[in-house]
Antibody, heavy 116, light 111 residues
Framework: EVQLVESGGGLVQPGGSLRLSCAAS????????MSWVRQAPGKGLEWVSV???????YYADSVKGRFTISRDNSKNTLYLQMNSLRAEDTAVYYC??????????WGQGTLVTVSS | QSALTQPASVSGSPGQSITISCTGT?????????VSWYQQHPGKAPKLMIY???NRPSGVSNRFSGSKSGNTASLTISGLQAEDEADYYC???????????FGGGTKLTVL
């Protein structure tokens, strides 16, 4: 059974950093495209980043230069390192498996709150 | 402002059919057959309902169908049921640096 479990969310001050993790089971992270998608409170979905099976990475313009997506093949885990956080980064962050450019499995999400 | 345009809300009575539109450009919806649709109930993660314009994942009811014409994709739900009440989002691959764009979401109310 495919499962994605996010962790690492919490309250952080503006300008701070946070690293999100997404532990996968039932499939191999490194063999798939993996993405982060976020949802601000009461708002719609926003694509954040993707890492391709070959290792290429892409980011939304809103996070480029501040966020880094990566994976640990030995732990079958996806990460999102978030630096220079802003109030507008406050959201539930979902990891998702991106199968052929659609998101077929999603985690339960982890809440990131950026506030002083 | 979202890259793809969806109506904010639609409604229908049980048993009826509704259609949700998703309008983009030739750089996303119109240019690729990589449109997908997601259902999200309050407090839950999104669920894939349609991929590559009109394909249904295993386990999704055949009451859900997708189509595309030009720069506009559509999700049709037939035989509305109470459990269909949720938010629905479209998404598309895009040739821009963003790679993937979502619509602003449509709240479906089953009357």
């Amino acid at each position: 059974e495919v499962q994605l479990v996010e962790s690492g969310g919490g309250l952080v001050q503006p300008g701070g950093s946070l690293r999100l993790s997404c532990a996968a089971s039932g499939f191999t992270v490194s063999s798939n495209y993996m993405s982060w998608v976020r949802q601000a409170p009461g708002k719609g979905l926003e694509w954040v980043s993707v890492i391709y099976s070959g290792g290429s990475t892409y980011y939304a313009d809103s996070v480029k230069g501040r966020f880094t997506i990566s994976r640990d093949n030995s732990k079958n885990t996806l990460y999102l390192q978030m630096n220079s956080l802003r109030a507008e980064d406050t959201a539930v962050y979902y990891c998702a498996r991106a199968s052929s450019l659609h998101f077929d499995y999603w985690g339960q999400g982890t809440l990131v709150t950026v506030s002083s | 402002q979202s890259a793809l345009t969806q109506p904010a809300s639609v409604s229908g009575s049980p048993g009826q059919s509704i259609t949700i539109s998703c309008t983009g450009t030739s750089s996303d919806v119109g240019g690729y057959n990589y449109v997908s649709w997601y259902q999200q109930h309050p407090g839950k993660a999104p669920k894939l309902m349609i991929y590559e314009v009109s394909n249904r994942p295993s386990g999704v009811s055949n009451r859900f169908s997708g189509s595309k014409s030009g720069n506009t994709a559509s999700l049709t739900i037939s035989g509305l049921q109470a459990e269909d009440e949720a938010d629905y989002y479209c998404s598309s691959y895009t040739s821009s640096s963003t790679l993937e764009v979502f619509g602003g979401g449509t709240k479906l109310t089953v009357l």
